[in-house]
């Protein structure tokens, strides 16, 4: 038996503190990568990101973009 896990869950409050935020949208998403690491019989993991990443970019590509901050240091 395989599975399929998905995660799509994020804080998308505009008014929340910024540390918060972070630490909702990018914590929960590393805790349930790391819980996706550890199952044995796992086909595919998927994250649904935002629509709000990379707004300085007029074109974004289907690519791995190197973080702005450490969101750990906050």
């Not at 550890?38 to 190197?66: G, R, W």
Request: contains cysteine; hydrophobic residues 45%.
């Amino acid at each position: 038996m395989y599975i399929l896990f998905t995660h799509a869950a994020a804080s998308v409050r505009f008014d929340d503190f910024l540390k918060d935020a972070i630490l909702l949208n990018t914590r929960g998403t590393r805790d349930v990568a790391n819980l996706a690491l550890e199952m044995e019989n796992l086909a595919a993991f998927m994250h649904i990101s935002t629509t709000y990443c990379n707004t300085d970019k007029q074109v974004v590509e289907e690519k791995i973009y190197p973080p702005h901050a450490d969101w750990g240091l906050l």
